[in-house]
């Protein structure tokens, strides 16, 4: 039995908890828990089922709808975050927050892809309070320069005040 959850307004925990558990397909109940207000257990519930499908569903539905409680439990949660998903989440929401719950090297990560699509003004964003830390780095120097984007190359080396 395949079961569409997506029309409901807002899903009981416990009835999608018992299809969960009875192995039951529950297409949409991601979206619709995210964007109605469904609880953080139910999210947790449906997250779990398919980490690799439903996470970063769920991680830019979070952003989009700046629900800090969802976004802190998926990026602890899931701190392998694809750096090309970090990198679109920023670029599309500036959602910052984001940046404080991930750790450096995916921080790094999501810079390098950034600058391979010469997306300058997301490595600004993810510049933000670690500049030091980043600018130069050889691994951003280097996608910058492969997707031949010299605006980022140059911003990555100079004084960012000055481009």
Known sequence: MIVNMSSVVRPCPRVVKWF?????????????????????????????????????????IAAKHKNVVYMRWLLEQFSELDADLVSTLVGEFGYTEVLAIQTESNRLAAIASAAREGKLDVVKQLFKGGRERFAGTQRIIGEAVQGGNENVVQYSIVDHDRV
């Open 20 to 60: 969960y558990e009875s192995g039951e397909p529950m297409p949409g109940i991601v979206e619709n828990a995210a964007q109605n207000e469904g609880s953080l257990e139910l999210i947790q519930c449906v997250v779990k089922r398919c980490p690799s499908k439903n996470t970063p569903k769920a991680v830019r």
